[in-house]
């Protein structure tokens, strides 16, 4: 849906910007650094750069489908996410970075095109999370964006330190 077509006059400017260009920041972080030095470990127990990205990446799929569902049915019961349980991630993980960055970018325009073109009364249907309870559409996007800033301050710490690394 083009976006003077949506109807998104329910979402508070910052959820829609955030909902728009949060995940580009992944790219500004990222920049200059090669894909070779975002898939190194510096940590040997935590994930490189790369899996965070491919996290972002795969974790939208998932919150894609958490929305279809919360729409198409009666307060979907949904399990706590687990990366490392979910085929997507492995396939994520696999893929290069110039297609991880693309499938990502693509799947956020689908993301965003379908919440701010959702009316203001399916915005209030609910799904239930393990943890939090019953959240409607916007506590989960809520929730959705504020994950995936705590990746994205993630992988900034990951990128300086690799570009620390580099440095003489």
């Known amino acids: 849906m083009p976006e003077h077509q949506t109807n998104n006059m329910h979402w508070s400017e910052s959820a829609k910007t955030r909902i728009r260009y949060q995940l580009e920041t992944a790219g500004e972080l990222r920049s200059g650094l090669s894909e070779s030095q975002l898939?190194?470990?510096?940590?040997?127990?935590?994930?490189?750069a790369?899996?965070?990205l491919a996290h972002l990446g795969?974790?939208?799929?998932?919150?894609?489908?958490?929305?279809?569902?919360?729409?198409?049915?009666?307060e979907p019961r949904f399990g706590r996410y687990v990366?490392?349980?979910?085929?997507?991630?492995?396939?994520?993980?696999?893929?290069?970075?110039?297609?991880?960055s693309d499938d990502s970018l693509q799947v956020r325009g689908r993301i965003r095109d379908?919440?701010?073109?959702?009316?203001a009364a399916s915005l209030k249907r609910k799904g239930l999370h393990p943890v939090f309870g019953a959240l409607d559409l916007t506590q989960w996007t809520e929730f959705f964006l504020l994950h995936e800033a705590h990746h994205l301050y993630a992988l900034f710490r990951l990128c300086q330190s690799i570009r620390l690394q580099e440095q003489p």
């Not at 379908?114 to 009316?119: A, E, K, S, V």
Request: no cysteine.
């Open 50 to 52: 790369f899996e965070q």
């Open 39 to 48: 898939r190194q470990r510096s940590i040997p127990d935590k994930w490189s």
């Open 114 to 119: 379908l919440l701010l073109g959702l009316p």
């Open 83 to 100: 990366a490392e349980e979910d085929p997507e991630f492995e396939h994520y993980l696999q893929k290069s970075l110039a297609l991880l």
């Open 58 to 74: 795969s974790y939208q799929v998932h919150f894609l489908f958490r929305i279809q569902s919360i729409l198409q049915n009666q």
